[in-house]
């Protein structure tokens, strides 16, 4: 077979397989959901495209995906502004000051808000932009020390409290990425973790639009839903091992 025969055939798999897996992946969904008698339309299905190309994200639109996640601002702009579909994304890895502006003028959502300097940026560019932004506060449930995510309750504190009080965002609910381990109960402990403190700021009753708990990614999307996930970050069981 030629080259150019070999790389039809190729895209012509890896097409399939990405409209296959969202059907599988889209199907465990709802069996999760079934399983804990909840409605699988109040869990929303996040692709997430980093590390892979346009062509991916666009077979999955293709697909009828709609919602789609990156780490990376720029990244994100190198792939999706060339797009004339329509898509909503979020942005879900650390964003960095000077990135703010291009996360805002790309994103519907910021999930990995984690600090009031952060926070404070993004109200501020959104509402220089005209651009009211949804946002997720990004927690480290995990019991480790990682990088990325509010870790104690009185930071947690902080950013509801600044964040009542900031023009032009709109803070829906909380993210989290739970520990890299195969120990379940682990994984479970920390999505339950993240539950609860959803449910505590809720019970507050100061952000309007609070109803998004995302949690769950590919290898741990069905404990996430059991626990009350609302919106899963499935990347690796759509698009493939990341290149
Ligand atoms: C990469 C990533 C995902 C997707 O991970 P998979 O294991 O490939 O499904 C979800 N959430 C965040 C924050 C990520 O960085």
């Known amino acids: 077979m030629d080259h150019w025969c070999l790389q039809l055939v190729i895209y012509t798999v890896m097409k399939a397989t990405i409209s296959d897996n969202l059907s599988r992946v889209r199907q465990a969904i709802d069996t999760a959901c079934r399983g804990v008698g909840k409605d699988p339309e109040r ?8 590390n892979h190309p346009a062509a991916s994200v666009q077979d999955a639109i293709a697909a009828g995906q709609t919602l789609f996640g990156e780490n990376r601002v720029q990244e994100a702009m190198e792939k999706f502004s060339g797009l004339n579909e329509s898509y909503e994304l979020h942005m ?3 964003l960095q000051s000077n990135k703010i502006k291009d996360a805002v003028s790309m994103c519907g959502c910021i ?7 952060t926070l404070r940026k993004v109200s501020a560019q959104a509402q220089s932009s005209l651009r009211p932004m949804d946002i997720l506060f990004e927690v480290n449930t995990s019991e480790e020390d990682s990088k ?5 309750a009185e930071e947690l ?12 965002i709109r803070v829906r609910g909380l993210m989290t990425i739970a520990p890299f381990t195969s120990d379940k109960k682990r994984i479970r402990a920390s999505f339950v973790r993240l539950r609860r403190m959803f449910e505590d700021i ?13 949690m769950g990614m590919s290898s741990d999307f069905t404990i996430a839903i059991e626990e009350g996930s609302t919106l899963v970050r ?3 069981a759509i698009f493939g091992e990341r290149l």
Do not use: C, N
């Not at 869990?43 to 980093?50: F, Q």
């Not at 952000?207 to 708990?213: E, S």
């Open 157 to 168: 504190d902080a950013l509801v409290r600044e964040a009542q009080f900031l023009p032009s």
């Open 92 to 94: 879900i890895g650390h």
């Open 43 to 50: 869990v929303r299905l996040m692709a997430v495209s980093k």
């Open 234 to 236: 499935i990347g690796t």
């Open 148 to 152: 990325y995510g509010v870790g104690t």
């Open 202 to 214: 809720g019970m507050l009753d100061v952000f309007h639009d609070w109803d998004t708990l995302s």
């Open 111 to 117: 999930q990995s808000v984690d600090t009031t300097k």
